[in-house]
């Protein structure tokens, strides 16, 4: 099958894990780099073609605002969000935003997620069946990211249903950003913008010791942040945090359903759990693809790719490639070093990485030590593989301790 032919499906249906991973290996084989017509981007399936990509903001670019259409609400939410801005803008925000969200404050929220956890967990005391997202993966992210920036506790129902709309599924699955999608995110970036801008007015009136006030606070050089750059930053954080810390949650069920081994490990053993959380990110990869677009002419493997075009950087492809990783399909907890771009590469790194290890430990941590088994029932529901691996619906069986 060409690149083209997959293009066509890639563009038109949807993609299990399974199917996408055998086209990966087919592909860095016979078309490491390869233009797909149908879709009208390149696709890049190599490890240090993927680190390259990511490494070079200056020629593949994060910016894709020449792609949307101006919309008032959109751009106002796009200000603020650094994962869609190159250099020197990029840096500016990182910058500031790193000031106020640093490893510190995520370590002091340990506390929180785990009472967090425990209410949702609570909440299922003694049933024998539960259905993992709705119950814990997907309102434990969403939970902690509203209390990490203030968000009074009545207020975290609106909060979450943003955060799905945001994230849903056929929001994934087109590469290329468009004009309905645009205009479908717009009405509910609309009502977010409106609330997060009361919410920072109210924060710049009386400071607390939430997120959202030490972004208001942060300076430096005598920059700072503007509202419509914090509303923007907001809602990455919904964006970014949410939607692939629940599919790593259920990425660590479904691998140790597939390795049951590795949950007899893990319960004799709790200390290997931050390796075997690194290797299920390798394994089954939550963000698929890394999107970027050229700034010019540029050699990538045997391929010049011209300028302006729409760079696919697989990293799902990345993590399976034999030339950098010895047996790359064998899912190995102790496997070190293990260099996964499962959280990105170079500038734009994963600056959510440390909350989304710890609320995915302590979840584990809590499952584990509550059930004494667990097994995925009927009805598991996966997102289209093109865009996010994970299930977006996963009933367990539960057996307690
Ligand atoms: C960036 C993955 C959780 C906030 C990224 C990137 C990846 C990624 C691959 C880089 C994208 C690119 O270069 O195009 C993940 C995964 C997560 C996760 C797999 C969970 C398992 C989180 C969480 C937060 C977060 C919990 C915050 C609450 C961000 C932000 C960026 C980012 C702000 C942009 C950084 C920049 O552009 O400088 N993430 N992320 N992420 N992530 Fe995460």
């Known amino acids: 099958m060409t690149a083209t032919e997959q293009g066509t499906r890639l563009a ?25 017509e149908e879709a009208g981007v390149w696709h890049v399936f190599r490890h240090a073609d993927v680190e390259r990509v990511l490494a070079d903001p200056g020629t593949f670019s994060s910016d894709f605002s020449s792609f949307m259409p101006a919309q008032e609400d959109v751009d106002r939410f796009i200000k603020g969000n650094l994962l869609r801005k190159d250099p020197p803008q990029h840096r500016k925000l990182r910058t500031l935003v790193s000031k106020a969200f640093t490893p510190a404050v995520v370590a002091r929220l340990a506390p929180r997620i785990e009472v967090i956890a425990d209410q949702l967990l609570d909440a299922k005391a003694g049933a024998d069946q539960l259905e993992l997202v709705a119950d814990l993966a997907s309102p434990l992210p969403v939970t902690v990211i509203a209390e990490l920036l203030g968000i009074p506790a009545e207020d975290r129902p609106m909060f979450g ?15 290329i950003p468009n004009e309905d999608r645009t205009k479908a995110m717009a009405v509910v970036m609309r009502e977010m913008n409106a609330y997060c801008l009361e919410h920072i007015r109210r924060r710049r009136a009386a400071p607390g010791q939430d997120l959202v006030s030490k ?25 970014a ?25 893990l319960r004799a053993d709790p200390s290997a759990l931050p390796g075997a959380i690194e290797e299920v990110l390798r394994f089954r990869t939550p963000l698929a693809p890394s999107m970027r677009r050229t700034t010019r002419e540029v050699q990538v493997g045997e391929h010049t790719v011209p300028a302006g075009r729409i760079v696919l950087a697989w990293l799902a492809s990345a993590n399976r490639d034999e030339r950098q990783f010895t047996a790359p399909d064998t ?13 990105g590469h170079g500038i734009h790194f994963c600056l959510g990485a440390p909350l989304a290890r710890l609320e995915v430990r302590i979840a584990v941590e809590k499952m584990l030590g509550r059930w004494s088994g667990m097994a995925v029932a009927d009805g598991v529901e996966y997102h289209d593989a093109r865009g996010i691996v994970g299930a977006k619906k996963l009933p367990l069986h539960l057996r307690w301790a």
């Open 161 to 175: 249903r943003w955060a799905d709309s945001l994230v849903a599924p056929e929001s994934q699955t087109s590469f």
């Open 241 to 265: 945090g949410h939607i692939t810390t629940t599919a790593l949650l259920t990425n660590v069920v479904l691998c140790l359903e597939e390795f049951p081994d590795v949950a007899a490990a």
């Open 12 to 36: 038109d249906q949807s993609a299990d894990a399974a199917t996408m991973l055998a086209w990966f290996r087919r592909m860095r084989e016979s078309e490491p780099v390869s233009h797909d």
């Open 331 to 343: 899912f190995d907890i102790r496997r070190a070093p293990n260099p996964h771009l499962s959280l």
């Open 215 to 239: 972004l208001v606070a942060a300076e430096v050089d005598g920059q700072r942040l503007d509202d419509d750059e914090i509303v923007g930053f907001v809602g990455l954080l919904l964006l």
